[in-house]
């Protein structure tokens, strides 16, 4: 077991780290282990999972806020700007116009009937538009 691991992320301190960490995994679920069952497999499953843990935790990740700032002020002032509204197509524009009203997500998804999180991507979406036509137009 620790070879495998070892093959897989090539630091000696890393892997060390790994295996500890499997082992706590199957200590705090040795419950859950069924005795009649080898035990070979069952390590290697919380391997495979320890390792994937491991490179999602490793991989570089972006932060998407809810608010996306421009050097001369928030993005929402831009919003308000028919000008940039021009860069969205008609379903984001409508969404886009109930923000402007007032509306929140939830009566907006209830309005135009698609879930909070697609009301979301489309926001966010939208906003990533706005901003890539606002820098470009300096």
Not at 35 to 43: S, V
Not at 75 to 104: A, C, T, V
Request: charged residues 35%; positive net charge; glycine residues 2%.
């Amino acid at each position: 077991m620790y070879r495998y691991i070892e093959r897989r992320l090539f630091k000696k301190e890393e892997t060390d780290d790994l295996v500890q960490n499997v082992f706590i995994s199957f200590y705090k679920a040795i419950e859950k282990f069924d005795e009649k069952r080898p035990i070979k497999p069952y390590l290697f499953q919380i391997v495979q999972n320890e390792l994937k843990m491991y490179y999602r935790s490793r991989k570089p990740t972006i932060q998407l806020n809810e608010e996306i700032y421009l050097e001369d002020g928030r993005l929402q002032d831009i919003i308000n700007n028919d000008d940039y509204l021009s860069h969205l197509n008609q379903g984001e524009k409508n969404i886009f116009e109930y923000i402007r009203k007032g509306y929140s997500y939830e009566e907006i998804a209830q309005l135009i009937k698609k879930p909070v999180n697609t009301i979301k991507s489309i926001v966010r979406r939208g906003r990533l538009k706005i901003k890539l036509a606002c820098t470009s137009k300096k």
